[in-house]
């Protein structure tokens, strides 16, 4: 069904430009950020290590394999993980265990617990939130 916003329009000056632009900046805010890498990377695989923020800065996503034993870290950068808090995430393990990254707000440092030798997925949606 069609509902025509002329008679609504007709009064204003540049009505349907100005709401159309506020809608725009509303849908540009959904859009996502280019992936970034995490920091440091010390005994991670590097190949599947990247965030993205969204463009209006309310929410994060991650993704991550990680192998080897788990005692691997890499850092996000402070402003971010200040958003974030003491965060844990959870992650599955090649051999369906679970395992999952700390990151730590003050540091922006990323730590990593696995219940075994097998790589290990994180995806993941994280709000972010100012303080």
């Given at each position: 069904m069609a509902i025509n916003f002329d008679a609504i329009f007709s009064g204003m000056q540049n009505g349907p430009e100005k709401i159309k632009e506020n809608f725009d900046?509303?849908?540009?805010?959904?859009?996502?950020g280019q992936?970034?890498?995490f920091l440091n990377?010390?005994?991670?695989?590097s190949n599947y290590t990247s965030y993205k923020i969204r463009n209006n800065g309310s929410e994060m996503h991650i993704g991550m394999y990680v192998t080897g034993d788990g005692r691997g870290s890499c850092y996000l950068p402070t402003s971010i993980a200040k958003k974030m808090g003491n965060t844990e995430i959870v992650g599955r393990t090649d051999?369906?265990?679970?395992?999952f990254m700390h990151i730590n707000i003050d540091t922006g440092k990323c730590t990593f617990y696995k219940p075994?030798?097998?790589g290990m997925y994180i995806q993941a949606l994280v709000p972010?939130?100012?303080?």
């Open positions: 900046k509303v849908n540009n805010g959904l859009l996502w992936s970034q890498q990377l010390d005994g991670l695989n051999n369906n265990n679970f395992g075994d030798g097998s972010l939130i100012e303080h």
